[in-house]
């Protein structure tokens, strides 16, 4: 499968944005999908997770009442709703998908991952 993420830019403090992953293929639906984050200087970090059937969702605790996720199969896209963005959100987000993650906050668990959408909150 492949994924090509968008919806990220420059907002301030507080404010809000929503990320789009969109995946190609029929089988999208058969995916858990993840989102992760990488600031400069720093590793690869989870951010949000979601089963194929959406019945799981997991979050980091940095993010969780903040940032939601969900996904729309007949799209073949999964989302993250991002709230009260903090400073420290600022990052290159990815979205990952794999058939069966052993455990859906390590990264290296997917098989595959889109290129990346920049999000950078100012003060």
């Known amino acids: 499968v492949q994924l090509v993420e968008s919806g990220g830019g420059l907002v301030q403090a507080g404010d809000s944005l929503r990320l789009s992953c969109a995946g190609s293929g029929r089988t999208f639906h058969r995916y858990a999908m993840g989102w992760f984050r990488q600031a400069p200087g720093k590793e690869r970090e989870f951010v949000a997770g979601i089963s194929w059937n959406s019945g799981t969702r997991i979050y980091a605790d940095s993010v969780k009442g903040r940032f939601t996720i969900s996904r729309d199969d007949a799209k073949s896209t999964v989302f993250l709703e991002m709230n009260r963005l903090e400073l420290q959100d600022t990052a290159v987000y990815y979205c990952?998908?794999?058939?069966?993650?052993?455990?859906?906050?390590?990264?290296?668990?997917?098989?595959?991952w889109g290129q990346g959408t920049q999000v950078t909150v100012s003060s």
């Open positions: 990952s998908a794999d058939e069966a993650p052993r455990d859906p906050r390590v990264d290296t668990d997917y098989d595959y």
